[in-house]
């Protein structure tokens, strides 16, 4: 197995990014990191993703992997001893993969409604479809296959954490951004998230919440000027 | 390893479902089949796929497992011995991960997109999406990391094979469909579309052409009709 250098080309405020961040972080593995500017793509980063043109790109020797899951998957299979990430048994790790399929296609979609809805009927769809996502995320904590857990990953971070993880942590800014009340509806989805941020290599690798939220407050005030 | 009964709910017509049948062929595998009238979906359905409401659903024993690549993943993690789908190096693993991402992101959609067109500038621009992800299949088959091979699981079919093959096929059905002629232009993806069509368990799995062909044409009427 050539070790290689990593270099990993990431925005800083991309959930996305951050996933790969937070799993090299929890792999103990050293990088280089490029941060680029996504209104003005380098070269090199267009080299090596052409297809997409979008980061997470990580460069291992001189072996480019995109796509945030298939990155995820790669560090696990590359460095599989090192604090393993996905789980051994097949049933675990399909449900594993479920859940970050749902990540992707349902919470991250609901969250990008809210900070680009332009009324109040646009604005409660979208919390609407952030109150279902969390619904089905509460059950699948309280009775799913991942019930009775701290993590999804046992007692320890794994692979789901990092993407439900990191993902949550942007949605807590987005309800602050766009002043939705969540209240105390979702008891173990809220107490999971609590326990994650309060991990210590979390607490490294994300930005602070302040910062977040100025820049999805920025993000949200750029979509309603061109409205 | 629990191996119990295999049962998929399915719809002839989802490419989805045909990833998880052709799969199922390659690793011989026999399962019961229970074809789901989507406009009515069965109680069944909806319990072991709460979230999405989707097929295709693998039920496995008592194990749901759902997402068609999660499934496809399950099988080759479940059953790794027969006919292994997915390649052992992480790298080649990365790459496949990343294209079946492109298969579900980028190409399907195209094609809905020319199925859904109302007028000429409409159907162009869905074409020319068609044809701008063909070029970068075209270039990875030339190029890229699979190039020089017959198929992308090398001299068998494999994952990628199973994901884009039955892609591509509904592909020729919807430019039959939509008189859209690719021409020449893309030498590489035809001959290996022509070699994945032509192996047997292919040819036992994909519904003929001609009822692809109706079943889209039938699509394509009603979503003009509702327009």
């Known amino acids: ?67 945030s899951a298939a990155i995820l ?41 809210i900070l680009r809805s332009a009324d109040e009927a646009q604005r409660a769809a979208a919390v609407g479809e952030v109150r279902e996502n969390l619904e089905l995320l509460e ?15 046992c007692e320890k971070l794994g692979f789901l954490d990092i993407v ?9 800014g987005v309800t602050e951004v766009a002043e939705v009340d969540l209240g105390e509806d979702f008891p173990s989805f809220t107490s999971w998230l609590r326990e994650f941020e309060a991990q210590p290599e979390v607490q490294e690798v994300l930005p602070p919440s302040d910062t977040i939220v100025d820049f999805l407050r920025g993000y949200r005030r750029r979509i309603l000027a061109q409205a």
């Open 139 to 153: 059950d699948e904590l309280r009775e799913g296959f991942f019930r009775g857990r701290r993590f999804f990953g």
């Open 73 to 113: 998957e790669y560090i696990d299979e590359t460095w599989p001893r090192r604090f393993p990430l996905m789980p051994a048994d097949p049933r675990e790790r399909a449900a594993v993969r479920f859940w970050c399929h749902f990540a992707a296609d349902k919470m991250i979609p609901s969250l990008i409604a």
């Open 164 to 172: 439900l993880g990191v993902d949550a942590h942007f949605l807590r």
């Open 1 to 67: 197995m050539d070790r290689g250098e990593l270099k990993l080309y990431g925005a800083w405020a991309s959930p996305y990014v951050l996933h790969v961040r937070l799993a090299l972080k929890l792999k103990g593995l050293d990088y280089d990191y490029v941060e680029e500017n996504l209104a003005n793509k380098s070269a090199a980063l267009l080299r090596l993703n052409p297809v997409h043109r979008k980061v997470p790109v990580l460069l291992h020797g001189d072996r480019p992997i995109a796509e």
